[in-house]
């Protein structure tokens, strides 16, 4: 791709830096502020729009705000003739890819209408929840893994007989990626879940072998950490020596850390597409390599 600009939202301004830095890229100056009733209001300034900009911009929590944010820039660098590349590190309502009771809402497909509305000609995310949602997006839409920057990080640590585990059967690709990356072994915990409370059992497959061994529990993301902690409880009993979590977004709704912690986990690592405490990883070296062969 030719000398592109950046925009930095004001969900992921150090993020944002840290890719342009990478990029040799011109950042775009971004005026904002909110008025007195909480809406946003943008200018931005400083440079040609008749190329790409490439807009940095998570939806965590507040996810509505952070969302709509998005899309007001987005909607002016377009309607001025930029090409418009959203990079969003954490997709908020990646989850809601599909119903599964009658009336629920597909909010990510509603999400992608917005997108397209506002003028996005290519969408850039993260560890997306489940690969089938990228299928809603009419622009040409990407989810890279930050699993060889988690794997690198964890590998630092001393491990004795590293178990990689991953919490259900949607985290299988992930667990064996990151045991693929550490040399390691893993498995796959068997969850269930009843679609009308939300309540989740975990059980440990046949054969698993924890005893002794040092455990890596990885997944895209942690919301509430029920099901991180019924993990490591599970594992803690089994005989595991250390147990510890990976993962992309740390979303760490009220009590998830604690409630981990009392389970037996030891450590979080995580990235910074959700900034905090616990985000040790940066996945800009990610975004700026993937920008690069756009």
Do not use: W
């Amino acid at each position: 791709m030719d000398e592109v600009y950046l925009v930095a939202g004001p969900a992921s301004k150090e993020l944002a830096e840290k890719t342009a830095k990478l990029l040799r890229g011109k950042t775009l100056e971004v005026q904002h502020k909110l008025f007195p009733d909480g809406e946003n209001y943008f200018r931005v300034t400083g440079g040609e729009m008749s190329r790409h900009v490439i807009v940095i911009q998570s939806t965590y929590p507040p996810q509505d705000v952070h969302l709509m944010q998005l899309m007001l820039l987005s909607s002016k660098l377009a309607e001025d003739g930029a090409k418009v590349i959203a990079v969003v590190p954490y997709l908020a309502y990646a989850r809601q890819h599909r119903s599964f009771l009658q009336g629920e809402v597909v909010s990510l497909k509603a999400v992608a209408g917005l997108m397209a509305a506002a003028g996005i000609r290519r969408m850039v995310t993260v560890d997306i929840h489940n690969v089938e949602g990228l299928g809603f997006f009419s622009m040409p839409a990407h989810s890279i893994s930050a699993i060889p920057l988690l794997a690198e990080y964890v590998s630092k640590s001393l491990l004795s007989k590293p178990l990689v585990v991953g919490p259900d059967r949607g985290s299988s690709v992930r667990a064996e990626a990151m045991a693929t990356r550490m040399d390691a072994d893993y498995i796959v915990m068997e969850k269930s879940r009843d679609r009308t409370t939300g309540e989740t059992t975990v059980a440990m497959p046949a054969g698993a072998g924890v005893s002794g061994r040092d455990v890596v529990v990885v997944d895209d993301l942690i919301s509430t950490g029920g099901t991180i902690a019924k993990t490591a409880k599970l594992l803690r009993v089994n005989g595991a020596k250390k147990v510890i979590v990976a993962c992309t977004h740390a979303l760490l709704a009220e009590g998830a850390m604690e409630r981990m912690k009392e389970a037996g986990v030891e450590d979080l690592v995580a990235t910074d597409t959700i900034p905090g405490k616990h985000s040790k990883v940066t996945v800009a070296p990610l975004l700026a390599e993937f920008i690069r062969q756009l």
